[in-house]
C-alpha cells in the first residue's frame, strides 16, 4: 500500500527557486550566522557575559535546544503515520516529515553544544570518555542513532530499488520506537534529578511525550504551509482538516500531562519541603497561565474547534504559531521555573546563606542567549531549505 | 657458671630480637595512622574513605573560617567579571532557622562527598568522578561544562567557571568553562595532612577515615548523634554533622 502511493506520488526538487525561496534561505542563514558569532562571544569571555550563573545553570539556550529536539521527534511522526499506521494522506509526506526532523535535531544538538563550557572536551567523548550510567550519555547516542535512522529510512522512501523498498515498513517502524526512546530519554534528563523537586520522572516523561507531538505537528503544518506557498504547490482542505484534528488532540494531551504531573508532585510524591511547582506561585504564574495555557494552548483550540474561521489555512498557521510561542514559554518555565526553586536542605526549616539558599532564584537571558538559540533554529531551516533544493524531498502537489 | 653466663646472654638477644621484630611490625603501623602520609608514588586505596565530621556547635562563627580557609586555600571567589550569583563558592555558610522552634544555627555546606553520588551518576563524560578513597571530585581534562552535575546535585555544592582565570593556587588548577566543588582538599590529604578547613577549626571539625573503626572520626561518629543533610535521599554522604 505505501509502496504503490509512493509511487503514484511526483516529487520534484525545488527548482526554480525563486527570490522568495532564497530570501528566506538567507533570513535563516544569518540567523545561523548570528547564532555563530553569539557563541564565539560566550566562548570567548565566559558565560559571564550569559544570565546563567551557579543558581540557574541551565537557560535560554536549553529551552531552544529542546524545543527543537522535542519538536524533532514530533515532526517524524507524520512519516510515521503515512508507514506504520499506513495513513495514505500523510504517505507523501514522509520525506519532508523525515527530513524536518533531522534538520530540527541537528539545530537542536548544535545549539547545546554550543552551549557546553569546554566544547573541546567534546572530542574526548568520541575517544571513549562515556558514562553509561549517565541519561545525557545515552541521549548522545539517541539523537545520533536517530539521525542514522532517518538517513536510512529516507534512502527506502526514495530510492526505487528493490532492496530499499522491502526496508521501508521496517525501518518505520524502528524510527517509531526510536523516538518514543528518544522524548523518554530526553523527558528522563530531567525526570531523574532527584533533588529537583518540581521534575519527577512519572510526570516528565509522559508529558514530553506529549508536548514531542504537538510541538512537532505544530513545527510541521507551519513549515508545510510556508514551504508550499513559497514553491507555489497546492496543499489540500483535507490535510489542513486532519493536522487541525491532531493539534487539537495533542493540546488536550498536554494539558491532560500537565494536570498530572501537578497531581503527581502535590498529591503523590511526598515532598519534604511541601510546596513544590514554582509556576503556580513564585513569579512563573502569568507566564505559565498566559503564555503556555492561553496563547499556547486555549486559543489554538479555540481557532481550531470554532466554527468562526473558515480558510483552514490561516488557521492552521496562526494556531501552530501561537503553540510554538507556547511551547517555548512552556519549556522556560519547565527548565528555568524548575531551577528557581530553592533546593529544600533542612526539611521544615528556613535557610540563608550567600549562595542563595532559600530563595527564590533570579534569571535573566541576555541577547547573546536568545541569538544563540535562534541560530539554532536558522541552522535547521538553512539544512532544510538546502535539502529541498536538492533532493526529491516535496511532492508536486498535496491537492486533494 | 660459663654455660649460665651464656644462656642469659642468648636469653636477652632473643628477646632484643624479638622486642626490635615486634617494633618494627607495630610502629610503622602506629606512625603511618597517626600522620597519613603516602608516598607519590603510592595508588590511593579503596580501604579508606575519607570524611569528615563538623560539630556544629563548636564551629568558629558558624562556619566562617572554615569558608575563609578554603577560599585562601583554593583562590574561588574572586572572579573579577561574574556577578555574585556567577561567582564560584565551593563552601558556603548556611543559617538555619527551625520554623516550629525558631531555633537558629549556622553550618558549613559544601560538598558531601556522597556514596552514591548524583553527579556522578548523570556526568556524560565521566569527567565527575569518585576516586576509590570517597573523595568526590571533577577531572577538569574532560569535563565538557555540560553542567548537569549541578542540576543533579542535592546540596547545590558545586560551582561553574564563568570567566578566564589567571594567577591560580598550584594545588588547585581550575579554568574557564569546567565545573568544580570542594576535592576535601585532596593535594592535602596525599601529603598526609587535613583539608585546610578542618585546620582551620580543628575544635569543630574531624577528619579521617570512616572505614576505620578506630579512626577518631569513627569513634566520634559513635558516641554522638549525628546526622547527614537530606539523609532521605540515600545518597551515604561522607560529610557529616554533629549538633543540628
Known sequence: MSDSASIKTNYAEVENAGLGFWAVFSVFALLFLVGLGAFNYMHHHGHYVTGMNNQIVWGMPHVFAIFLILAASGAANIATLGTVFKKQIYQPQGRLSLLL??????????????????????????????????????????????IAIIAVYLWTMVDRNKVAKAQYKSMGIINFIWRVILTTGTGSIFGVLLARQSYEVIAMV??????????????????????????????????????????????????????????INTFVINHPGGEVLPLLSQGFTSLFWLGQIVIGCLIPLALLF????????????????????GGLVQLYVIIVGGQSHPLVLFPGAETSSTFADGIVNQYSATWSEYLLGFGGIGLAFCLLLIGLRVLRILPTTLSD | MKKNNFDTYRRNFLSLVGLTAATATIAPNLILRQAKAKPDDEAITDKVRWGLLIDVNKLTNGGDACVAA?????????????????KAQWVRKVTVTKKESGDTFSLPIMCQHCETAPCVDVCPTGASMKRIDGIVQVDKHICIGCRYCMMACPYKARSFVHENLFDQRPDTPRG????ESC???????????????????????????????????????????????????????GVRYQGL
Open chain 1, 206 to 263: 509522559p508529558l514530553f511525550l506529549a508536548v514531542s507531538y504537538l510541538l512537532g505537528t505544530a513545527v510541521y503544518s507551519l513549515t508545510l504551509i510556508l514551504i508550499f506557498k513559497l514553491t507555489q504547490r497546492e496543499i489540500g482542505n483535507d490535510l489542513l482538516i486532519r493536522l487541525s484534528n491532531s493539534l487539537s488532540i495533542f493540546i488536550i494531551a498536554v494539558l491532560v500531562f500537565e494536570c498530572l504531573r501537578y497531581i
Open chain 1, 101 to 146: 526532523a533531522a534538520s530540527l535535531l541537528i539545530g537542536g544538538l548544535v545549539v547545546i553544544l554550543l552551549d557546553l563550557g569546554r566544547i573541546d572536551h567534546v572530542i574526548e567523548m568520541a575517544t571513549g570518555a562515556l558514562n553509561f550510567s549517565s541519561v545525557f550519555a545515552w541521549n548522545v547516542i539517541l539523537y545520533s542513532g536517530f
Open chain 2, 176 to 179: 574557564k568553562g569546567t565545573v
Open chain 1, 306 to 325: 470554532g466554527p468562526w474561521f473558515k480558510n483552514h489555512t490561516s488557521t492552521l498557521l496562526i494556531s501552530s504559531f501561537l503553540i510554538v510561542i
Open chain 2, 70 to 86: 578554603c577560599k585562601k586555600e583554593h583562590g574561588w571567589g574572586e572572579e573579577p567579571h561574574s556577578n555574585e550569583a556567577q
Open chain 2, 183 to 237: 576535592n576535601l582538599c585532596v593535594h592535602r590529604i596525599d601529603k598526609g595532612k587535613n583539608p585546610a578547613c578542618v585546620d582551620a577549626d580543628p575544635e569543630a571539625i574531624i577528619f579521617g577515615d570512616l572505614n576505620d573503626p578506630v579512626s577518631k572520626i569513627s569513634i566520634a561518629l559513635k558516641e554522638n548523634d549525628t546526622t547527614q543533610i537530606r539523609a532521605d535521599l540515600g545518597l551515604n554522604t
